[in-house]
């Protein structure tokens, strides 16, 4: 896809892999509407791209709609970067939090799309999503898991019915705010945490090539082939190796 001059529109733009994304596709010349909840962080984006920034709370219909009417017509790229994680024992999370991640994870990318998707067509547009690897299924992730995994198969569908470019983005851990703001920080000691800078490139390239999937770190592809041809023996290794 060429890039220059195109219209973009970049959700979870306020902070993290969004904001990365959109100062990327600024250096590339899209003009960019940004998309996000906080009104000062998404300022200093605006401010670093000259995108447009636009708050929108993505948990509930008005603000998708507020996007679609932002968008309708014009936008040549869809990026879906908005997102929440939630982490801990499945019978600890709380029924508003999980209504949440399936509102902004799945939910909000699955209105969006069906909405813009005339338009992405008319503009022989792309859509990018920023799945995760917890699709192949995390312990202690599993509703974040469960929305990654649903938004890759959304991805997956929408590349063979609809005619137009659609990249996915699975990155393992990502140095953002995303821990601080699920609540718990990431503990692992591997993998190690990639910038969100890296994902960003990643993305776009991705875009550009017109590639189905892309994993950040790239070598994040073996686990999710081990998981695709021998799920019990990627369960036995997960609850081995965490
Ligand atoms: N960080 C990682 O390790 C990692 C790994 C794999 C995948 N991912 C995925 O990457 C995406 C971006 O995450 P990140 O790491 O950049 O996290 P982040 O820094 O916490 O950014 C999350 C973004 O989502 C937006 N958002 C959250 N709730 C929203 C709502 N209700 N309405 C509208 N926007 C909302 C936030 O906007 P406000 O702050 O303005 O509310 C923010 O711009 C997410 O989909 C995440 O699942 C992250």
Redesign the pocket.
């Known amino acids: 896809m060429r890039l220059a001059g195109r219209f973009a529109v970049v959700?979870?733009?306020?902070?993290?892999?969004?904001?990365?994304v959109a100062e990327r596709l600024a250096r590339e010349g899209c003009e960019l509407l940004l998309?996000?909840?906080?009104p000062r962080?998404?300022g200093a984006v605006a401010d670093r791209t000259g995108g447009r920034p636009l708050?929108?709370?993505?948990?509930g219909q008005a603000?998708i709609d507020e996007v679609c009417a932002a968008a309708a017509g014009t936008v040549a790229l869809l990026v879906?970067?908005?997102?929440?994680?939630a982490a801990g024992p499945l019978a600890d999370l709380d029924a508003a939090t999980t209504a949440?991640l399936v509102?902004?994870?799945l939910t909000?990318p699955m209105q969006l799309t069906r909405a813009l998707l005339p338009t992405l067509r008319a503009q022989d547009g792309h859509l990018a999503f920023?799945?995760?690897?917890?699709a192949v299924g995390v312990a202690d992730e599993a509703v974040?898991s469960a929305t990654?995994a649903g938004l890759r198969g959304f991805a997956d569908a929408v590349r063979v019915e609809s005619g137009i470019g659609v990249t996915t983005v699975?990155?393992?851990?990502?140095?953002?705010?995303?821990?601080?703001?699920?609540g718990r920080a990431?503990e692992r000691r591997f993998p190690r945490?990639v910038t969100?800078a890296a994902?960003a490139d990643a993305l776009v390239d991705a875009v550009r090539r017109d590639r189905a999937e892309v994993f950040v770190p790239r070598w994040l592809v073996l686990g999710a082939r081990v998981h695709g041809l021998a799920p019990t023996i990627f369960a036995r290794l997960s609850r081995r190796f965490g």
């Open positions: 959700t979870g733009a306020s902070s993290g892999i969004g904001a990365a998309v996000g909840r906080d962080r998404l708050q929108a709370d993505l948990r603000g879906h970067g908005a997102g929440l994680g949440d509102a902004v994870n909000a920023v799945a995760s690897i917890a974040y990654k699975l990155p393992g851990a990502v140095d953002t705010p995303f821990f601080t703001h699920r990431y945490p969100a994902v």
